[in-house]
């Protein structure tokens, strides 16, 4: 689709300048994101077709219609080159405030990609101006552009960033200034919006400030700020002052505080955790388990802790048990990892974690096992194991995993499609915490994502899942049958490309790799241009946004309905 739009531009040599639409612009930037099945390094076609999308782009920078300039400033960012780089510093200075926000993106492409390696000084210079850009959508947009890596050019202007009106960019500003290590101003600490507050509290542990963070917010409404705090706890080494606090902590209520407490309890006090870690992997919730044996792994009897976890009958417990051992006890992991690969029937949450295991080792010694896993039930069933497998194969060397690669294709099954909605369709997803209400996409817009969860809805097949992954101002994710992220409902998606910005509320469809969506969903807490482009949007929250907050992982969707 991408590339067919690419051709029919280019079909028309005629023409001095094609004419764009902001949909072809798009397309033409989705040509910088084309991945293969395997992962492998970008061809030299691939250079090719980015170039030449790039110079088709490059016209509708200067057109008349704000809308064409937009979507070829940001198609840009994902198919440019060090030499666009001009040019999108240019279309940073563009009269639109919504061109301006989208160079900033544009720009963060650049290195986020990999197309250059930092910003210029140029660059730093524009950024610098658009942080004091009278627009909030410009202002998050380009504090976003420093807060995925240490950008000190920038230091600068982020302390004002971080008192800004606009949350979203206190938000990415406190995270920027955590990447330098820097703390910011303490009242952000008392910030109304949570994800701030959270963000403060790390950034705070970054510059090791611990002294100035308050007890009280132990106790904060948002178990996201709870969890930032057993974190910091964790990191200052300070058991005198945290450890009755992490106590009460992992007392609840709030999962995602309580396991984060474990974790902090465990660091500080070493073997004295031994009586309230041995507690924690009897409780009922997977999740907090999970969390338990994970703490367990520095306790002297941690190797037999995690042997022991990795017979757990819930494979949730069993997988992070396994992960865990061979994380932190290489030669205690080894038969356990050789016996699992090797078994035909293993659950395929253990086979996954094994699998990741191997491919993280690089060991030849688990060759042959990764070749028996080849042949298992959960791989001949699963894309995502598949394309693991694929991956630890080729850790091990191309030479030892191509004969292999042959009779292993990426995929033995094709995408399977969904008729087109009729009408657009809203859902709502009831949880112990509140219903939050999601208008999916119309028309030809994401179609098959769309109509593949209104089917699911309709079928009762989200009814009784869980959110098995909560992630502090990032997403929750959940609509996993199997409730480890790892399952589908039998069939999988081809993707499909979307224009929908992941901003807050934004429902995408996770996936392992190229066409491997499902069932499963994902709700953005905050916005997440990483991810535009990459990742199909199918949905939005149009109303119980606030519900999204409150979720923790191990919540369930009470009921799904169409309405």
């Known amino acids: 689709m991408i590339l067919a739009a690419l051709l029919a531009l280019l079909a028309f040599p005629a023409r001095a300048v094609p004419i764009l639409t902001p949909a072809e612009a798009f397309s033409l930037g989705q040509v910088g994101l084309v991945e293969s099945p395997d992962g492998t390094v970008e061809s030299a076609a691939s250079v090719s077709s980015r170039a030449a999308a790039a110079a088709l782009l490059a016209p509708a920078l200067l057109d008349g219609h704000p809308d064409l300039r937009r979507a070829a400033v940001e198609a840009l960012g994902k198919v440019g080159a060090p030499s666009d780089e001009a040019s999108l510093i240019s279309a940073a200075a563009d009269p639109e405030p919504a061109v301006r926000g989208e160079a900033a993106l544009a720009l963060f492409r650049l290195v986020f990609l990999k197309r250059i390696p930092r910003y210029s000084p140029a660059a730093i210079a524009r950024l610098s101006l658009l942080a004091g850009d009278p627009d909030p959508e410009v202002r998050w947009r380009t504090v976003y552009a420093a807060s995925r890596w240490p950008e000190p050019r920038l230091s600068e202007v982020l302390p004002n960033a971080a008192r800004d009106a606009d949350w979203r960019t206190r938000l990415f500003a406190v995270r920027s200034l955590a990447k330098l290590g820097f703390a910011p101003d303490p009242d952000l600490l008392a910030d109304p919006e949570p994800y701030v507050r959270a963000e403060a509290v790390a950034a705070f542990s970054a510059a090791k400030a611990w002294i100035r963070l308050p007890d009280a917010l132990f106790g904060d409404p948002s178990s996201h700020v709870r969890a930032a705090m057993a974190d910091a706890a964790a990191a200052s080494g300070d058991a005198a002052r945290f450890v009755p606090l992490l106590e009460r902590l992992a007392a609840g209520p709030g999962t995602l505080a309580e396991g984060r407490a474990l974790l902090a309890l465990a660091k500080l006090l070493g073997g004295a955790s031994a009586k309230v870690l041995a507690e924690a992997r009897q409780d009922r919730r997977w999740w907090l388990r999970c969390r338990a044996y994970e703490a367990s792994a520095g306790l002297a009897d941690g190797p037999a802790i995690l042997l022991a976890g990795a017979r757990d009958a819930d494979p949730r417990v069993a997988a992070q048990s396994l992960e865990t051992l061979a994380a932190s006890s290489p030669t205690a992991a080894l038969p356990e990892l050789q016996r699992l690969l090797r078994r035909p029937d293993a659950p395929l949450e253990l086979l996954g974690a094994a699998v990741d295991a191997a491919g993280q080792r690089k060991d030849p010694a688990l060759l042959a096992g990764l070749l028996a896993a080849t042949r298992s039930k959960a791989a001949k069933a699963s894309p ?180």
């Open 384 to 563: 995502e194991l598949r394309g693991s497998i694929r991956n630890a194969l080729a850790a091990l060397g191309p030479g030892k995993a191509a004969a292999a690669f042959k009779s292993f294709p990426p995929f033995v099954d094709k995408p399977r499609s969904f008729p087109a909605l009729r009408a657009p369709a809203v859902i709502e997803l009831e949880t112990a915490k509140g219903t939050f209400v999601i208008a999916l996409a119309s028309g030809a817009e994401a179609s098959v994502h769309a109509a593949a969860v209104a089917d699911g809805v309709a079928r009762g097949l989200y009814d009784g899942l869980n959110w098995h992954r909560v992630v502090t101002a990032f997403v929750v994710q959940g609509g996993d049958p199997r409730g480890s992220g790892w399952g589908d409902a039998g069939w999988r998606l081809a993707d499909e490309d979307t224009r929908r910005p992941f901003l807050r509320g934004t429902v995408g469809a996770p996936k392992a790799g190229k066409d491997t969506a499902g069932c499963q969903l994902f709700v953005s807490l905050v916005p997440i241009p990483h991810l535009d482009g990459r990742y199909t949007a199918f949905g939005t929250v149009i109303s119980g946004l606030h519900v999204l907050d409150l979720l923790e992982p191990g919540d369930l969707i009470v009921r799904a309905r169409l309405r």
